[in-house]
């Protein structure tokens, strides 16, 4: 099990937080579902760091079967859409966005 990542480092403009997440719960999240081979989608909103952690508003988290069913996600149609939607995002947020790709060691 593989799991794609995307860490969204920065702060959302004052006053813009629903907005964000209304793309984020209304546009994206229905997108990430339908990324071919993805198996369970997860998305998290930081409500608590720690002191001197980097600011981190929201981590998304996507399971694949593999490596290659990633690599047919990423070239899909369907990332394309994804894409258009997260660059929205940019109306309300300060910082930048990235990823990660994890192989899941436990359970097993």
């Avoid at 593989?2 to 209304?22: C, N």
């Amino acid at each position: 099990m593989f799991t794609r990542s995307a860490v969204f480092e920065g702060t959302i403009r004052p006053g813009q937080e629903d907005a964000f997440f209304a793309i984020v719960e209304n546009e994206l999240l229905p997108i990430w579902k339908r990324m071919p081979n993805a198996q369970a989608v997860r998305v998290m909103r930081t409500v608590e760091p720690d002191a001197g952690a980097p600011s981190i508003v929201m981590v998304q988290e996507v399971d694949y079967p593999s490596r290659e069913a990633i690599a047919e996600a990423l070239a899909s149609p369907v990332r394309t859409e994804g894409r258009a939607a997260t660059d929205r995002l940019a109306e309300f947020f300060d910082g930048r966005f990235y990823h990660f790709v994890y192989e899941r060691m436990a359970p097993r």
